[in-house]
Every structure is written in structure tokens, then in C-alpha cells.
């Protein structure tokens, strides 16, 4: 399409834009003060509804006057639910708040919203430069990191399409409208945008293949199926900015000639569904979508199509042929998606993350976003990091920055003085790296190159007290169980690797099962026919390669270095470090394991133990008596006295 | 027709023809059993097709190679053995192995592939692991039998092909995965009595009509 009549589209903006500039001024200039919760799903299930239910009461209660800001996720889980609270009149900046209980809310409404002290005690610093507190941004959490996808994120309230047009949201739109299809491809081209749903294909590439194509009817599917494990970077950013996508929708849908668009999102993401519903709505309203888009010939519906949640129609042949209405198989490639997509049309699959990063592109240039990570994979990464860190939570960070600067920098490290063990990136597809690659650059080619992937971004972070063969085993269960069931080496190998160790945790390990387990794997790598299959093994492989001794110990052993699978460890009670007559643990052992010994110290029935740990648990930090050892024979027999003896004592 | 080489020896074959069936038709053997031929989109399934083209890296299924002049082929190097011996030890492994009393006794693809890949047709190293339950007695006219099926999908493929709405379907998930007669109207009896193009396209016994044992 060519570009038409852009003065009109210009004039047609520039009323939105004023309109979006008087609401964000009338709230700025509203009295009283502004507490911003975020509200996505991760801060509802921290609590952030009572939180938000307990600052209305409050402000009611005393009468104060103040605006509650719903906004998305900022990315920082460990300090949800977090409220940022904007009171100029007490002539402090806005102030992070994490970990804010009702009973929190109640309090800071009274002591700093009423009497204007903000309990420095409970903050984690200033949002703004300033003088008095210092600010959040003086944290490696938040100075290291990169916003280009996220930038919005948690700052605006993502049902609210004007906050984020007075954030310059649409206006990469805008400036495409008045450009040709093929002058934006160059640009997404130029900015060397690969894509991030996993496989790093070149964003540019694909819209340009499709943009060729003679066929007309084209679709634009945004990927958010994201069904790893661990991973909800996407959901986040639907949560939390849901007009970013679109936009990146109706650019890449005006760029490729494509004039309906889908966006397929897992059902069970409902509070996703419910927001990026109400976004189109907005967006249609205000001629953002729709027919004539800002009063030119470009046309363009977008829908929700709610997946089932079954992680491989993640895959984008199996998820078309859910759209279709059929089982989520996948099919050979090619033919790619982009020559022969849902219902036989061409369709350019991209990924949120992917089309999140197209407004900011377009908006700044692509020299700008080259400027960003590194040569061969420009931009930002999303990861959620979680598992053995002190901060974890969804971290953008440019390209190319080591994983020794983004776990231990930016994560803050791993707690409880425990060493570093593993990092497992890019979740089942991925791979379980050690120590010495911590200094690897996070980009697509070096993980891939390190047998990890850069995956859609999930990031376990393991400390030493983790087993690798209990991890692959997480991992292979997952992947067993979503495996289509259509070709042969998925289907049926992964049950084996799966059964291989499962057995080895149990240590029932057999002398060929570490060489079947390589064997194994490479074949189903090389043998299955879609993405999952074929990365299913890298967990398997990875460890295998970098943590063999794990293995060894299991399989010759029987022994679990990093003390977790239970059929391989033994709970005692070290008789010269327990207090006599306490008996904290007794009453937390579901089994009713442990008993009194002839001289009042405790004992655990290794024939009743369950290895569940609520010993460990309960014993008093200045007893620390509880030990935990592999093999199970390591831990000394202390025999049970003769029943009325014990009943003698207890009584 | 065009002319390719596979295992040193020219061959031709018709343009758009799979690799595959230009093998086949010029008597070069490769396992296989989710082709049907005529199907455009080949399923792809089984894993077992595979050759190995100059050129590429790794094995490829023939099954979705389209036929082009001077193609390099090779259909017995050890990487390809190696995975077909690997996926038909992986069936093996969950296959109820009692060929006297199956009626593809000695007509069955995996007796055949066994014999050609000389893989014993018990599962080695393999936990063997076989489905409940062993029969789907559901349908008015077929058995199904859970620990014969291969999962190829051709008996769905060509019941889709022919009555445009298939009777039988996959369902289930990863290892559970079985055919199902999920949907059959019990009327359906005279049609599948006339039909029974899936009983004869089984390449093993897994789908046989009730008074069959
Ligand atoms: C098993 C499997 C699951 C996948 N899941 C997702 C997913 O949840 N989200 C996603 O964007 N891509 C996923 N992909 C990758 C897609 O097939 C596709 O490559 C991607 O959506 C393309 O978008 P991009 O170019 O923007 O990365 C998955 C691939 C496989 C093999
Ligand atoms: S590799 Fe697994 S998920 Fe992919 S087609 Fe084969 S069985 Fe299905
Ligand atoms: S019943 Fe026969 S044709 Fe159908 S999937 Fe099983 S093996 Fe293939
Ligand atoms: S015949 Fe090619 S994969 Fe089955």
C-alpha cells in the first residue's frame, strides 16, 4: 500500500494526542497524592488487591484526598506488592515502597499520608533524583538494566490507552503511515531485530518474505502462547503494556501487506485476555484499528484466540492448526508459515517480545536500537530470573551483558552464603551451564554456542544444595508429558530418558544408563521433527556434559551430591548438638519419626522418615542438630528405646 | 523426468515426486511407514525415512525432500542407520510383541524393517512398556489395538482423505497418545463396514474389523 493523504492521519493524531496531554495534566495537577500500585497478575497474587482495598479504606476512613494509580508490573517480584506513593505537599519525591501488606497500607496511610512522615525504615528508595532519600536508581537492580520493551512498563495504566499516547505511545504509527511498506522493513531490517519467541530468525527477513509473497489475505499472529515453565515475561507485558504489541501489530500488519491480525494467548493468562480485550477496544475506538486507520485506506481487525495451554501449539505450525480448529500437531517445515500460514495464507508469526520492540524502533531508528547489545544480536533480553537469587524477578538488560553481571549485579546473588552452582537459561529447551561460563555474554549466538538457548528467557538460577539429575528430570518430565505424541523419537525417547531418571534419583541406576542417556539424546535431537523434540534432550545434555560427577554419583553411588532426591538421603539428629528435653521437631514430623532416646535427646526412625525436612525446619537455629547426608547409610543407627521407657520419659 | 543419484546409481524420477517414492519405485529400499503416496502433505511422523543429501548437514526425512536434478543421495551411511535403528528400537520398545497371533503376521512393516535394519525385534537396552487398555472395543466394527499401533496417523489420514470428516482421531497427549474412535456415531457401522481403508492401510495389525481376531 502506499502512503495516502497523511495530513489527515497527522491532524487526526494530533487531536488524540492533545486529548491524552490534557487527561495526563489534569491528574498531575489533581490534589492530594498518588499512590501507583502494580497490578498485573504477579502483584494480585502477592497481595496487591488487599493492599489496594486497604489504602481505600484508609483514605476514606481519614479523609484524605488521593489518587490510586493501577499500573502493571515494573518487573521486580521479590518486592511485590510494591506501591510507589507521589505526595508532594510533605516535600518528599515519590517514594518505592516494597512488600506492602494491607496492614502496611493502613499504616503509611496514617503516618505519611496524613502526618507526612514516610517511615524511611520501610522504603527502597527514591523514584526521582533528589536530596533528601536516595534514589532506587543508585541499585545495580535497576541502573544495569536496559528498558527498550519494558520502558512503559509499570508506569502507566495499561487499560487506560491515553496514558499511553501522553507516553508517545502510537506515534511510531504515525510516522509508518507516512512511509512505504518497504521503507519500514528496511528499518526493521537495519536494526538487525531478531526475533524472541526463541529461535533468533530475523524480524526483518520474515516481514519481507511476506510483504513478496502475491497472495493476498495475509495474517499477523502475535505469539503469547509462552508456555516454558517459569517464564511470564510475555504475560507481563500484555498485562502491563498491551498497546506496545499492538502497535507493533498494525506496523508490522501495514508494513506486510496484512489486514487481519490475531493474537493467540494462552487461557489461562484470563487477567492477559481481559486487558489486551479491553486495549483493542480502545484502540478501534479511537481509529487506531478498524477500518480507514486515522483516516487513511489501511484496515486492520485484531483478535484474541485463547490457546488451551499446551505448550507446543506455542509452535507456530501447531498453533495454527489450533486456530483451525484442529489437534495441535505440528508439521514439517517447510512450508514456513510465511508462504503457507493459517488457512493456507501467508502469516508472519512474531513473538511479543518481538513486536513489542517494533514502536521503539521505529521511533528512535535502527542505528539507535544497533546501538543497543551487541553486533550480532542487537537489542534488549528479557529474562525472569528466579530460583537460588536474592532479587529476582524479570530483568531487561542489553544484549551482551555476561551472566555473571546479570545474576550477581543485577540479581544481587545468590542467598545464604550458598555457592553458585548452575544456571539453567532458556528453560526445557535449554541448558544447564556451570561456574566457568558465568562470564559468557548473553546473546543468541553464545548460549547457543555453550549448549544453552536463549529460549523465550526463562532463567533458574541454582545454588549448591541443587542435584542435575533431579533438574533434567524436571525438565524431561515436563517436556515428555507436552510432547505432541506425533512423531516416534519424541513420543517414545523422551519417556525413556524421562524413565532413565527418574531411576537414577531413585537410585536404581543401571551401568548403561549414562551412555544410553547421551545416545539417547542426540538421537531424539537429530531425529524429531519440531523444535520441541528436538531440544527436549539439551537439559539432559548439557548436564551430562557439565556436571557428570552429579550423574556418577547416582548412578555408582547412589548418591545425591546436592543432597534433594529423597530416595538418596537420610535425616539424623546429631546427638552432641541436640539440647536435651528440646523436642521442637517432634511435633512437626508427619510420621511421627522421631522419638525420645535413653538420655531425653532425639532420635529419627530412618524406617518411618519421609524425608520431608520439617526436622530442619524446626530446630532451633542455636541447636542446628538436624544433618542431612547421601548415601542414607552415612547416617548412624540410634535405636529407639523400648516402648514404656520412652513413654516413661514423655510423661 | 529428472535425474538424481542415490547410492552412486542414477535414477529418475517424475518432477514433484518425493524422494522417497523415487527411491522406492526404482527398488532402493528406505523404511518407512507414515507415507501414503498421493497425500501432498506428507505427516512426517515415523522418523524412519531418512537419507542423507549432499549438502546437508544431517540426515533429512525423504519423505519431505521434493525430487531435483542432480540430487546427491545416500540411504546407508551410519548416521542414517543409526536413527532408524534408533526409532524402530524406541516402537519396538512400546509394541506388544506376539506376531503369531497378529494378523500382519509376516506382512507387517516393522517384521520388515526389523529383518532389513537387523534390530531383534525384542527392546534391548529399552525399559519394554506397554498401554492400558491393550483393546478399544469402543467402535461397532474395528478393534483397535493399543500396543500394535505405531501412531503412523495414516488410517486417520485416510479416513480424512475419504469421507472428509474423519471417524477415528489421535487423542491424548505425548506417550499416552492413541488413535481414537472419539466421535463415532454407532450408525456409522454400515459406513465403515463398507469402508475399512484404514484396516487395510495399517502397515502393522493395530486396526482390525471385529470378527478378525
Ligand atoms: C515447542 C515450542 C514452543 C514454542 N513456544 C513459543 C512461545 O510460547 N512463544 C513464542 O513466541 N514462540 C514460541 N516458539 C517459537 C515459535 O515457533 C516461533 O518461532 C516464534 O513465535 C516466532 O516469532 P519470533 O520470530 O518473533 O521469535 C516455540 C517453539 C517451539 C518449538
Ligand atoms: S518433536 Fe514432539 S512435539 Fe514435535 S512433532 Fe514430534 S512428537 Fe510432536
Ligand atoms: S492404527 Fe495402524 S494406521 Fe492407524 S496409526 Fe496405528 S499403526 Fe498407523
Ligand atoms: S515416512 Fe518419512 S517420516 Fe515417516
Not at chain 1, 551451564?433 to 547457543?448: A, G, Q, V
Not at chain 1, 520441541?532 to 557428570?548: E, I, Q
Not at chain 2, 497427549?173 to 492413541?178: A, C, E, I, K, L
Not at chain 2, 457401522?189 to 478378525?212: F, H, N, Q, T, W
Request: aromatic fraction near 6%.
Amino acid at each position: 500500500m502506499n502512503p495516502v493523504n497523511n495530513t489527515s492521519s497527522d491532524q487526526i493524531f494530533s487531536a488524540i494526542q492533545e486529548e491524552a496531554a490534557k487527561r495526563r495534566k489534569a491528574n498531575e495537577e489533581a490534589p492530594g497524592c498518588k499512590i501507583h500500585i502494580g497490578m498485573a497478575t504477579c502483584g494480585i497474587a502477592s497481595g496487591a488487591l488487599e493492599t489496594k482495598a486497604a489504602f481505600e479504606d484508609a483514605l476514606s476512613q481519614r479523609g484524605i484526598e488521593a489518587r490510586i494509580h493501577t499500573v502493571g508490573c515494573i518487573g521486580h517480584c521479590y518486592a511485590e506488592p510494591y506501591v510507589i506513593i507521589d505526595h508532594p505537599e510533605s516535600g518528599f519525591p515519590p517514594i518505592f515502597y516494597p512488600d506492602v501488606t494491607a496492614g502496611k497500607a493502613k499504616m503509611l496511610t496514617k503516618l505519611f499520608l496524613e502526618e507526612g512522615d514516610p517511615r524511611l525504615e520501610h522504603i527502597l528508595g527514591a523514584t526521582e533524583e533528589n536530596e533528601m532519600i536516595p534514589s532506587v536508581m543508585e541499585f545495580p537492580r535497576f541502573n544495569l538494566e536496559k528498558r527498550v520493551v519494558m520502558e512503559k512498563c509499570g508506569r502507566i495504566d495499561p487499560e487506560d490507552i491515553y496514558e499511553y499516547i501522553a507516553e508517545g505511545g502510537y506515534t511510531a504509527l504515525v510516522n509508518c503511515l507516512r512511509r512505504t511498506p518497504a521503507e519500514i522493513i528496511e528499518e526493521i531490517q537495519n536494526s538487525g531485530l531478531r526475533g524472541r519467541g526463541g529461535a533468533g530468525f530475523s524480524t526483518g527477513r520474515k516481514w519481507e518474505l511476506a510483504r513478496q509473497t502475491q497472495q493476498k489475505d495475509k495474517f499477523v499472529i502475535c505469539n503469547a502462547d509462552e508456555g516454558d515453565p517459569g517464564a511470564y515475561m510475555d504475560r507481563t507485558l500484555l498485562e502491563s503494556n498491551p498497546h506496545q504489541i499492538i502497535e507493533g501489530m498494525i506496523i508490522c500488519a501495514y508494513a506486510t501487506g496484512a489486514r487481519q491480525a490475531l493474537v493467540y494467548v494462552r487461557a489461562e493468562y484470563p487477567l492477559a485476555v481481559k486487558i489486551v480485550h479491553t486495549a483493542i477496544e480502545q484502540a478501534k475506538s479511537l481509529g487506531l484499528l478498524g477500518k480507514g486507520i486515522l483516516g487513511t485506506a489501511f484496515d486492520l481487525e485484531i483478535e484474541i484466540f485463547e490457546g488451551s495451554g499446551a505448550f507446543v501449539c506455542g509452535e507456530e505450525t501447531a498453533l495454527i492448526r489450533s486456530i483451525e480448529g484442529y489437534r495441535g500437531m505440528p508439521r514439517h517445515r517447510p512450508p514456513y508459515p510465511v508462504e503457507k500460514g493459517l488457512w493456507e495464507k501467508p502469516t508472519i508469526i512474531n513473538n511479543v517480545k518481538t513486536l513489542a520492540s517494533v514502536p521503539p524502533i521505529i521511533e528512535n531508528g535502527a542505528a539507535w536500537y544497533r546501538e543497543i547489545g551487541t553486533e550480532n544480536s542487537p537489542g534488549t533480553a528479557i529474562f525472569s530470573v528466579v530460583g537460588n537469587v536474592t532479587h529476582p524477578g524479570l530483568v531487561e538488560i542489553p544484549m551482551g551483558v555476561s551472566l555473571r553481571t546479570l545474576i550477581f549485579d543485577i540479581c544481587g546473588g545468590i542467598p545464604n552464603k550458598k555457592a553458585f552452582k548452575a544456571v539453567q537459561i532458556g528453560g526445557p529447551s535449554g541448558g544447564c551451564l556451570p561456574e566457568k561460563f558465568l562470564d559468557t555474554p548473553i546473546d543468541f549466538d553464545s548460549l547457543t554456542a555453550a549448549g544453552a538457548m536463549m529460549g523465550s528467557g526463562g532463567m533458574v538460577v541454582m545454588d549448591e544444595d541443587n542435584c542435575l539429575v533431579d533438574v533434567s528430570r524436571y525438565f524431561l518430565d515436563f517436556t515428555q508429558k507436552e510432547s505432541c505424541g506425533k512423531c516416534t523419537f519424541c513420543r517414545i525417547g523422551s519417556y525413556h530418558l524421562l524413565d532413565t531418571l527418574e531411576r537414577l534419583t531413585k537410585g536404581e541406576g543401571r551401568e548403561t544408563d549414562l551412555d544410553q542417556l547421551q545416545q539417547l539424546s542426540e538421537d531424539i535431537k537429530n531425529g524429531s521433527l519440531c523444535g520441541l523434540g528436538k531440544t527436549a534432550p539439551n537439559p539432559v545434555l548439557t548436564s551430562l556434559r557439565y556436571f557428570k560427577e552429579d550423574y556418577i554419583a547416582h548412578a555408582e553411588e547412589k548418591r545425591c551430591p546436592g543432597l534433594t532426591c529423597r530416595a538418596l538421603i537420610a535425616f539424623y539428629i546429631d546427638l552432641d548438638k541436640c539440647a536435651r528435653g528440646c523436642d521442637a521437631c517432634v511435633g512437626v514430623c508427619p510420621t511421627e519419626a522421631i522419638f525420645t532416646t535413653s538420655n531425653r535427646k532425639k532420635g529419627v526412625d530412618q524406617s518411618l522418615c519421609v524425608k520431608c525436612g520439617e526436622c530442619v525446619v524446626a530446630c532451633p537455629p542455636e541447636y542446628d542438630a538436624v544433618e542431612k547426608v547421601s548415601p542414607p547409610g552415612l547416617a548412624p543407627i540410634i535405636e529407639r528405646p523400648p516402648e514404656p521407657l520412652a513413654k516413661k520419659i514423655v510423661s | 523426468m529428472l535425474t538424481l543419484t542415490v547410492d552412486g546409481k542414477e535414477i529418475q524420477a517424475k518432477k514433484g515426486t518425493t524422494l522417497l517414492k523415487a527411491c522406492l519405485d526404482n527398488d532402493i529400499y528406505i523404511p518407512n511407514l507414515c507415507y501414503i503416496d498421493g497425500i501432498e502433505e506428507t505427516a512426517a511422523s515415523c522418523r524412519l525415512c531418512f537419507v542423507e543429501i549432499e549438502g546437508e548437514e544431517k540426515p533429512v526425512t525423504s519423505c519431505t525432500v521434493p525430487v531435483k536434478a542432480s540430487l546427491k543421495v545416500k540411504t546407508d551411511t551410519p548416521a542414517v542407520r543409526r536413527l532408524q535403528k534408533t526409532a524402530l528400537r524406541l516402537l519396538l520398545s512400546v509394541h506388544h510383541v506376539d506376531c503369531k497371533n497378529c494378523p500382519a503376521n509376516k506382512k507387517c512393516a516393522l517384521q520388515d524393517m526389523a529383518k532389513f535394519l537387523k534390530v531383534g525385534l525384542k527392546p534391548g537396552h529399552l525399559q519394554h512398556c506397554l498401554k492400558e487398555p491393550e483393546i478399544d472395543t469402543s467402535h461397532p466394527c474395528l478393534d483397535y489395538y493399543t500396543n500394535r499401533c505405531v501412531l503412523c496417523g495414516k488410517c486417520i489420514q485416510v479416513c480424512l482423505t475419504h469421507n472428509g470428516q474423519p471417524e477415528i482421531t489421535f487423542a491424548r497427549r505425548g506417550f499416552n497418545t492413541v488413535v481414537s474412535f472419539f466421535g463415532t456415531a454407532k450408525n456409522e457401522k454400515d459406513s465403515c463396514d463398507e469402508c475399512i481403508r484404514c484396516v487395510d492401510i495399517c502397515p502393522v495389525g493395530a486396526l482390525v474389523l471385529k470378527s478378525s481376531p
